[in-house]
C-alpha cells in the first residue's frame, strides 16, 4: 500500500523559511508527478508546485519565486523549499504523488500546518 508521509511543518515568522519533505514508501516505481498543494481554512485545495519525473517544475504564481520543488526519485521523496514566508501561506499542506500506468492513479499525504505569524 503506498503510503506519503509528510514533514517539516511548523510555526514560523513572517520572512522566514521552512523546509516541506515527503517520503513515499510501498512501492517501487518511480512517480511520474509529484508536487505540493495547500489549502486554507475556507479555501478550496490549490497547488503550490509540482514536479516531474525529469526535473520539470510548475510553480503557482503567489509562490513563484520564493519557493523552489524538488526530488530525490532513488528515495521516491518529494521536498519544498519555501522562503520569504507570508502569512497568506498558512494553510495544511499536502503531498501529491502520481503514477501514470493504464490509468492515472493519484496518492496523497495526510497534510502538515504551516503557519505563519506575521
Known amino acids: 500500500q503506498v503510503q506519503l508521509v509528510e514533514s517539516g511543518g511548523g510555526l514560523v515568522q513572517s520572512g522566514g523559511s521552512l523546509r516541506l519533505s515527503c517520503a513515499a514508501s510501498g512501492i517501487n516505481r518511480r512517480f511520474n508527478n509529484m508536487g505540493w498543494y495547500r489549502q486554507a481554512p475556507g479555501e478550496q485545495r490549490e497547488l503550490v508546485a509540482v514536479?516531474?519525473?525529469?526535473?520539470?517544475?510548475n510553480y503557482a504564481d503567489s509562490v513563484k519565486g520564493r519557493s523552489t520543488i524538488s526530488r530525490d526519485n532513488a528515495k521516491n521523496t518529494v521536498y519544498l523549499q519555501m522562503n520569504s514566508l507570508k502569512p497568506e501561506d498558512t494553510a495544511v499542506y499536502y503531498c501529491n504523488a502520481q503514477l501514470v500506468t493504464w490509468k492515472s492513479f493519484d496518492y496523497w499525504g495526510q497534510g502538515t500546518q504551516v503557519t505563519v505569524s506575521s
Open positions: 514536479i516531474s519525473s525529469g526535473g520539470s517544475t
